[in-house]
């Protein structure tokens, strides 16, 4: 079956979606975007994933291309036709079509463009997890990583360097010396006190991880201590266990930083027990409100 894409209210062959030239999320990266996990034919989390959307459209000060109401209905239609039951949709939506020019184009709607696909299922027992490797490198993005926007070269640049030092993932570091987050992911340590770690979302330094907000509700309804603070590369290879998280990776363990073992160099029980609380939670839908938190009317 070919895939199904949504682009401006068509639904397209995927291989024949396309946006205009000067579509401005193409020749500038206006635009924001947002990836929702898919469980056993739910989406996880879907309504903080569209409060979050619906930030970052109003810190660029871009339009709702349609109602959110409607935005569920296209989403369910998409993700309906390309057959998907465990998988992802991604979003996207820039500020238009418009003769290029740096300043904003008057009168121009919002392009919308969504596409599905689907993906094996992970169990939530994986005996044979034998972690992930991850690199430190200097985090050279613009000030405000919170935006989720489409502009992601420097993420590109790190991931790249991750990969072809044979990690997979890149943490990045900011001119104090202290992890922000992953090229992609959330970055996690967990003390030798048992303390569950990350940073926090003030300054803007990072971008508020819908599956990072799920771990933290989980861990105070699951006995587990977590602490929100700056950590350094030094601290998390002197920690017990270290991980990451992201919608669409969920949650893997770090077992070694710049070459180096973390902890006794295998994935840890704070992360085993992690991901069994969170896939039992995903399957039903996601672990955060059910209803809108952040409800105001679309800019016109």
């Excluded at 459209?57 to 390309?82: C, F, G, H, T, Y």
């Excluded at 590109?156 to 997979?168: D, F, N, T, W």
Aim: proline share 5%; aromatic share 6%; hydrophobic share 40%.
């Amino acid at each position: 079956m070919s895939r199904i894409a949504y682009v401006n209210g068509q639904y397209v062959l995927h291989g024949e979606a396309a946006v205009h030239i000067e579509d401005r999320g193409y020749q500038f990266a206006d635009g924001v975007y947002e990836v929702v996990d898919i469980a056993n034919g739910e989406l996880v989390d879907e309504e903080p994933h569209l409060d979050r959307l619906d930030r970052s459209l109003d810190e660029l000060r871009i339009a709702w291309p349609m109602s959110r109401r409607a935005m569920k209905l296209v989403m369910r239609q998409v993700i309906a036709r390309n057959l998907v039951k465990n998988g992802m949709i991604y979003i996207q939506i820039t500020r238009g079509v418009a003769p290029r020019d740096h300043g904003f184009p008057a009168g121009v709607p919002s392009s919308l463009v969504m596409t599905a696909k689907s993906t094996k299922p992970v169990p939530a027992e994986q005996p044979d997890d034998q972690g992930i490797a991850v690199i430190s490198t200097p985090d050279i993005r613009w000030t405000r990583p919170d935006i989720k926007s489409v502009a992601l070269l420097p993420n590109i640049l790190c991931k790249q360097k991750a990969r072809e030092a044979g990690a997979y993932e890149a943490w990045l570091v900011d001119a104090d010396g202290y992890v922000t987050e992953g090229s992609s992911t959330n970055a996690w340590i967990v003390t030798k006190n048992n303390e569950v770690v990350t940073r926090g979302t003030g300054g803007n330094a990072i971008l508020n991880g819908i599956t990072r907000q799920a771990f933290i509700k989980l861990m105070a309804t699951n006995g587990l201590t977590f602490v929100e603070r700056k950590f350094t590369v030094a601290e998390a290879l002197e920690a017990k266990e270290a991980f990451i998280s992201a919608s669409t990776t969920r949650i893997k363990a770090v077992v070694r930083i710049d070459g180096k073992p973390v902890g006794n160099g295998h994935p840890g029980e704070t992360v085993a027990k992690l991901r069994r609380i969170y896939w039992a939670a995903a399957a039903e839908g996601g672990i955060l409100p059910k209803q809108p938190t952040n409800i105001r009317e679309p800019r016109a």
